[in-house]
């Protein structure tokens, strides 16, 4: 009897043994799928920018201007400095002939020549501004999703983020050469921002004042 007792206990533990492995191997894999996929989000959501700035001096036939600082213009633009899409009771939409316009020249001195080019790139500014708005708006919605995930359950919880240490350092949050990890990676990605200049704004959160008087 006593023999069949012991082997039902064994039978139990291995039992259990075997639940809470495969508990935590779900979890675990559920974590890197999750950390990876949002690190990538955060580091494509800065890539795109680099993108609209291409095809924009492409597509207004300006590709082979050289200019580090025409291509900082175009990726505040895009990610919001000069204003938002939306055009004025005239017809403007804000950045037009104003601050937007003067930076433009500055850094493109060409263009006081070319107005049609000028305005060719507003509307290609805007256009990818709206696109980079819904990765933006993508990309905190994965944010919210993950800190739903770890917060989860008092069981899961527990497990995601005292057993398994959730966020890890898979979760990284790169911006140039720098690099955050782990929590202060999560902490970085909640400081998403739709203006401003691309990497001082996506360290900070926090938007520049803009001038938009006509010039």
Do not use: C, H
């Not at 191997?25 to 955060?42: G, H, I, M, P």
């Not at 944010?143 to 995601?160: F, H, P």
Request: charged share 30%; net charge neutral; hydrophobic share 35%.
């Amino acid at each position: 009897m006593k023999k069949i007792i012991w082997a039902v206990v064994a039978l139990v533990v291995i039992g259990l043994g075997v639940s809470g492995y495969n508990f935590f191997n779900t979890l675990n894999t559920e974590r890197v799928t999750r950390e990876t996929s949002l690190s990538a989000a955060y580091q494509e959501s800065q890539l795109e920018l680099d993108t609209y700035v291409k095809q924009i001096k492409e597509s207004v036939g300006i590709a082979n201007v050289k200019s580090d600082k025409l291509d900082q213009i175009l990726r505040d633009a895009v990610s919001g400095r000069y204003g938002d899409s939306k055009a004025d009771a005239a017809g403007n939409k804000n950045g037009q002939g104003g601050s937007f316009f003067s930076a433009v020249v500055e850094a493109y001195p060409d263009l006081k020549g070319q107005l049609d080019v000028y305005d060719k790139i507003v509307d290609k500014v805007f256009t990818g501004r709206e696109a980079f708005k819904t990765k933006q708006t993508e990309l905190r919605r994965q944010v919210a999703d993950y800190e739903r995930w770890i917060n989860t359950g008092l069981v899961q919880s527990i497990m995601i983020k005292k057993v398994i240490g959730a966020p890890t350092d898979l979760l990284e949050a790169r911006i140039g050469k720098n690099v955050k990890t782990g929590r202060a990676a999560l902490e970085q990605m909640k400081l998403l921002v739709t203006s401003g200049r691309t990497n001082d704004n996506f360290e900070s959160g926090q938007e520049d004042p803009i001038d938009f008087e006509k010039k």
